[in-house]
């Protein structure tokens, strides 16, 4: 795990959970939270959360949804390391795994991980979403891995939680909110999409979407009312400080 000096521990959901991430590199902020309120669960059932880094949404749903397993999946051993340190530091260690893997890993991998085709009732995922040919790459290495993909990206990640989830489940993905088109065209094998716009403050175009979408479903897309951050003033919405810090769930329904 990364030295002390060089991580930071941060309270998130008005100090309900404390987790420790990187000083520089990737680190965690609304989206994760986000992602985490918009994940329906329920106790009893295993979530996977893909692409997990120190396992900020995957915590935050655990801790939010007493009696579910989560399955944490990270690349970055580093990050794997500071997970597995925040599972514990949280009381979640006996609900929360680490697995060290690769979503582009072989289904021999993630079985092997604990994670069987059809073995989840839901997954949760913030892919990477940085288009390299219109954005600047960072100079951190850990930043490019968590920050730079594509529409065939995407498309990968959405292949690997449908072959996580079993019949009739759900996945939760936050994306940004000019790649709808991708997403649309990479769900195949999925339907009843509900999608949540996320818009910075008001008259302003929408800067997220948050979608939920239902394995082999053939129910059509919603479109749902959107979530403002910020009122005209700056200042954080009601609507955010609910979700943020109230831990109140953002649930994606028709």
């Known amino acids: 795990m990364l030295a002390d000096a060089d991580t930071t521990e941060d309270a998130v959901l008005h100090g309900r959970l404390v987790l420790r991430q990187p000083r520089r590199g990737h680190r965690f902020g609304h989206d994760a939270i986000l992602l985490a309120a918009a994940t329906d669960a329920r106790a009893g059932e295993r979530a996977c959360e893909l692409g997990a880094g120190v396992g900020a949404a995957g915590l935050a749903l655990a801790q939010r949804v007493e009696g579910l397993a989560v399955t944490l999946v990270e ?7 500071l997970a597995r340190h925040n599972a ?10 680490v697995a060290t ?7 021999r991998a993630f079985a092997e991980a604990g994670l069987a085709a059809g073995s989840c009732a839901r997954v949760l995922m913030n892919p990477p979403f940085n288009d390299a040919a219109r954005q600047n790459a960072s100079p951190d290495a ?16 959405l292949d690997r939680a449908a072959f996580l989830l079993g019949a009739t489940g759900t996945l939760t993905l936050i994306w940004r909110a000019d ?7 990479a769900s195949a094998g999925f339907g009843g999409l509900v999608v ?4 910075p403050r008001p008259g302003a ?4 979407i948050i979608v939920a979408a239902t394995k082999g479903s053939r129910a059509p897309l919603t479109l749902m009312p959107g979530l403002t951050l910020n009122d005209a003033d700056g200042k954080p919405s009601a609507a955010a400080e609910a979700v943020l810090r109230g831990g109140v ?4 329904k028709p």
């Open 75 to 81: 690349v970055d051993e580093a990050l794997a390391q």
């Open 88 to 97: 514990a530091r949280n009381g979640l260690a006996q609900r929360v795994m």
């Open 101 to 107: 893997l690769d979503v582009m890993a072989s289904a």
């Open 142 to 157: 850990q930043r490019r891995l968590a920050h730079l993909g594509s529409a065939e990206t995407l498309r990968a990640w």
């Open 179 to 185: 790649g709808l088109a991708d997403v649309l065209a």
């Open 196 to 199: 949540l716009p996320v818009f």
């Open 205 to 208: 175009a929408a800067i997220r």
């Open 249 to 252: 769930p953002l649930l994606l």
